[in-house]
T-cell receptor, first 115, second 116 residues
Framework: EPEVTQTPSHQVTQMGQEVILRCVPISNHLYFYWYRQILGQKVEFLVSFYNNEISEKSEIFDDQFSVERPDGSNFTLKIRSTKLEDSAMYFC?????????????FGEGSRLTVL | AQKVTQAQTEISVVEKEDVTLDCVYETRDTTYYLFWYKQPPSGELVFLIRRNSFDEQNEISGRYSWNFQKSTSSFNFTITASQVVDSAVYFCALSDAIQGAQKLVFGQGTRLTINP
């Protein structure tokens, strides 16, 4: 069964460092997303990406965050200068259609720990 | 603004008991979608169901059933004859149906523990 894959599964970094989280969405999907889950809390939307541009972003997704689809398969989330409060599980997701009409497939998550 | 409330933060039952997880939502949209996801201890998010606002028919899938009541803005999830493998955090989520708006708003989750 096709799946969304994420790397790394866990990354530990020092505050102020840049981090790139990588995702390979399902190959025929057109919509890509990043969500975040701080430990023990709810899952929060960060950003959606369609047709090579951001289609929507939340207030969490400030100038420290950026997304990119550098080639036909990868979808990355970059945090330029990490803060302690960026420690969370980051989920990549993809869907064939807009989320209301198509199932959203999540990856297994990348746990980011900022020290 | 959209909001999803899962008032039960933790539920603990003994195996084979039935258990219902509550979900109440708020939205101004007339067309929207509701979801349930399961997050097992391994951490991934597993899709369980999607329901659109025009379809109030209850759904059953094996031991799982969902009760959508638009009048009370609720989308409750029942597990019948629970099993230890059902232990997980369950999230209810809401999405509007406006084209181009593609975000899910999640509830806080309910941690379900099934004891043997």
């Amino acid at each position: 069964e096709p799946e969304v894959t994420q790397t790394p599964s866990h990354q530990v970094t020092q505050m102020g460092q840049e981090v790139i989280l990588r995702c390979v969405p399902i190959s025929n999907h057109l919509y890509f997303y990043w969500y975040r889950q701080i430990l023990g809390q709810k899952v929060e939307f960060l950003v959606s990406f369609y047709n090579n541009e951001i289609s929507e972003k939340s207030e969490i997704f400030d100038d420290q965050f950026s997304v990119e689809r550098p080639d036909g398969s990868n979808f990355t989330l970059k945090i330029r200068s990490t803060k302690l409060e960026d420690s969370a599980m980051y989920f990549c997701a993809s869907s064939e259609l807009a989320v209301g009409t198509g199932e959203l497939f999540f990856g297994e998550g990348s746990r980011l720990t900022v020290l | 603004a959209q909001k999803v409330t899962q008032a039960q933060t933790e539920i603990s039952v003994v195996e084979k008991e039935d258990v219902t997880l509550d979900c109440v939502y708020e939205t101004r949209d007339t067309t929207y979608y509701l979801f349930w996801y399961k997050q097992p201890p391994s951490g991934e998010l597993v899709f369980l169901i999607r329901r659109n606002s025009f379809d109030e028919q209850n759904e059953i899938s094996g031991r799982y059933s969902w009760n959508f009541q638009k009048s009370t803005s609720s989308f409750n999830f029942t597990i019948t004859a629970s099993q230890v493998v059902d232990s997980a955090v369950y999230f209810c989520a809401l999405s509007d149906a406006i084209q181009g708006a593609q975000k899910l708003v999640f509830g806080q989750g309910t941690r379900l523990t099934i004891n043997p």
